[in-house]
């Protein structure tokens, strides 16, 4: 069993397993027993190459013996940062067969971030792209490398500059060991206040539940075909139910580039796709789409959307444009997802992020003394269930800080629960802008513009956008010439911060509005922020 987690209390896992939430299922044997009932069936599509259950998974047994001739063991960590290509699945339900822990990064993630998850992990191994979207991800493995001595092995996708191709993590399977499925099987990122992401642990009993309830909810079938816009290491596209939910019911995967709305549906209409997922600024583009394109859209059976709050007005236009149903999807890395059901009134679909997925959930809306408050009031929401952990990995006093001590989750996020049950999400206490669905921690940014030589005083707020739901502004008190937006960008970049990060608007103020207390007064910002310039 790996150490530095808290696994669920033997009392509370064993009552989950009673239940038949947790059926002792390993995630590599997930696809095994696909393959066994829907082998010659496709499995997973990207551009002209289309891969069958069987060779899906002859190919994961392939990997996983690669990585152990390498010298990959059970227990050891794996950075893996790979776009939306077949290789990401491969490796990381190999390394899910061999014992691996995956560790989950994005593709937009630079030294700051892979050289912290390295550090927080100890990863033996990192698996990236060669160059993706004209970034050099080889010098990127070569820097991280000096500053992480647990790590040995580098990975990417073409190979060369003395770093091994990926196709050559290829051997005759070999018998592997069972895995324990109340054991870690990977590793997801917060998005949450912190500096640098946390990591969470998942294992296989709650993420094969999360993926499999949810694939149960929406129907998903044989013949559905899911098509996979964002990035594979979002909780949303990996399990909700996503690549692992389709793969567990006989459907197909489709794995797109990215969500351009061109492309992604001309792929609707080439491969059928009925359902997918996507975050409300991706919506909005295809929305725009729609109006002009003569893709065939009338397989499309559902889109979910989720990420970030889906406004009334938007909700509104996805059924008659798609001439499909909306599912609103409300989740986090950290576990809990609330989702719309088919059958819900259409109030509750346009204007809710539903109810729990699971029976089992457990959540509370309590307000700053953490006691409950009345029935349709607003309060932070705690969460506590079959697939929501109880700790970061290697965070104890953050965890004493993010769980009560009974294990639920603060999650930060303010909500409301209707009448009937179902979730409004009306905001969040914690200091994040969703940008697009990314979610970007303000203190960390400011922490970054405090360091360019010229800036006295930074903070960083959302503010509206219609594109992106919200957009991060920078406010700095400056000493000398005003730096542009694309000179701040510029530092920024330099210091190893993730483009999605960068501030999209700059305002430079003689001085930042002071609360009472002497803290910043962002709510002044907020209300500041509408009115500048771009």
């Known amino acids: 069993m790996l150490d530095g987690w808290t696994p669920w209390p033997d009392d509370v896992a064993r009552g989950y397993r009673e239940a038949g939430l947790w059926r002792?299922?390993?995630?590599?044997?997930?696809?095994?027993?696909?393959?066994?009932?829907?082998?010659?069936?496709?499995?997973?599509?990207?551009?002209?190459?289309?891969?069958?259950?069987?060779?899906?998974?002859?190919?994961?047994?392939?990997?996983?013996?690669?990585?152990?001739?390498?010298?990959i063991a059970p227990g050891d960590r794996v950075l893996v940062q790979l776009p939306n290509v077949p290789e990401f699945v491969a490796v990381c339900l190999a390394l899910a067969r061999l014992g691996a822990k995956p560790v989950f990064a994005l593709t937009a993630h630079r030294s700051q971030e892979i050289g912290h998850l390295c550090a927080i992990t100890g990863a033996v191994a990192y698996v990236f792209p060669g160059k993706h979207r004209g970034f050099d991800h080889h010098g990127l493995a070569r820097e991280v490398l000096a500053g992480a001595p647990a790590l040995r092995w580098l990975f990417s996708l073409?190979?060369?500059?003395?770093?091994?191709?990926?196709?050559?993590?290829?051997?005759?399977?070999?018998?592997?060991?069972?895995?324990?499925?109340?054991?870690?099987?990977?590793?997801?990122?917060?998005?949450?206040?912190?500096?640098?992401?946390?990591?969470?642990?998942?294992?296989?009993?709650?993420?094969?539940?999360?993926?499999?309830?949810?694939?149960?909810?929406?129907?998903?079938?044989?013949?559905?075909?899911?098509?996979?816009?964002?990035?594979?290491?979002?909780?949303?596209?990996?399990?909700?139910?996503?690549?692992?939910?389709?793969?567990?019911?006989?459907?197909?995967?489709?794995?797109?580039?990215?969500?351009?709305?061109?492309?992604?549906?001309?792929?609707?209409?080439?491969?059928?796709v009925t359902v997918t997922a996507v975050v409300p600024s991706v919506a909005q583009l295809w929305l725009e789409a729609v109006e002009w394109t003569d893709a065939d859209l009338s397989s499309l059976r559902v889109v979910q959307i989720g990420g970030a709050v889906l406004q009334r007005s938007v909700a509104e236009r996805v059924g008659p444009a798609f001439g499909c149903g909306l599912q609103q999807v409300f989740g986090m890395a950290e576990g809990l997802l609330t989702l719309t059901r088919s059958d819900d009134p259409p109030e509750v679909v346009l204007g809710t992020q539903g109810r729990p997925l699971s029976p089992a959930d457990e959540i509370r809306v309590v307000g700053p003394d953490d006691r409950e408050v009345p029935p349709g009031e607003v309060?932070?929401?705690?969460?506590?269930?079959?697939?929501?952990?109880?700790?970061?990995?290697?965070?104890?006093?953050?965890?004493?800080?993010?769980?009560?001590?009974?294990?639920?989750?603060?999650?930060?996020?303010?909500?409301?629960?209707?009448?009937?049950?179902?979730l409004v999400v009306v905001g969040r206490i914690k200091d994040v802008v969703i940008r697009g669905g990314d979610k970007v921690s303000a203190e960390e940014v400011e922490g970054h513009l405090l360091a360019h030589p010229g800036v006295v005083r930074a903070a960083v707020v959302g503010v509206p956008d219609e594109l992106l739901g919200e957009r991060t502004c920078a406010y700095l008190v400056v000493t000398g010439q005003h730096p542009t937006r694309q000179e701040v960008a510029a530092a920024l970049r330099a210091r190893g911060l993730a483009d999605f990060k960068l501030p999209d608007q700059v305002e430079v103020v003689d001085e930042l509005p002071l609360t009472p207390l002497g803290k910043v007064d962002k709510k002044a910002l907020h209300r500041l922020a509408p009115n500048q310039g771009g």
């Open 158 to 272: 073409t190979g060369g500059h003395g770093i091994a191709a990926l196709a050559e993590v290829d051997a005759e399977p070999v018998e592997l060991p069972a895995q324990d499925p109340s054991d870690v099987a990977f590793f997801l990122l917060s998005g949450g206040t912190t500096a640098l992401p946390k990591v969470i642990p998942r294992t296989h009993d709650d993420y094969t539940y999360q993926a499999r309830a949810a694939a149960a909810l929406l129907g998903v079938s044989t013949s559905d075909v899911y098509l996979a816009v964002l990035p594979l290491e979002f909780n949303f596209t990996w399990g909700c139910p996503g690549v692992l939910g389709t793969l567990a019911r006989g459907g197909t995967v489709v794995l797109a580039d990215d969500p351009t709305a061109e492309d992604c549906l001309r792929a609707v209409e080439r491969e059928r």
């Open 379 to 422: 309060g932070e929401l705690l969460v506590r269930g079959p697939y929501t952990p109880r700790g970061y990995y290697r965070a104890p006093e953050h965890n004493a800080v993010a769980f009560t001590a009974d294990g639920y989750y603060r999650s930060g996020d303010l909500v409301r629960v209707t009448d009937r049950g179902d």
């Open 24 to 71: 002792g299922e390993a995630l590599g044997a997930l696809l095994r027993d696909s393959a066994r009932r829907f082998g010659p069936s496709t499995a997973l599509v990207h551009r002209d190459r289309r891969l069958t259950y069987a060779e899906l998974d002859h190919w994961v047994d392939r990997v996983a013996a690669g990585f152990a001739g390498r010298g």
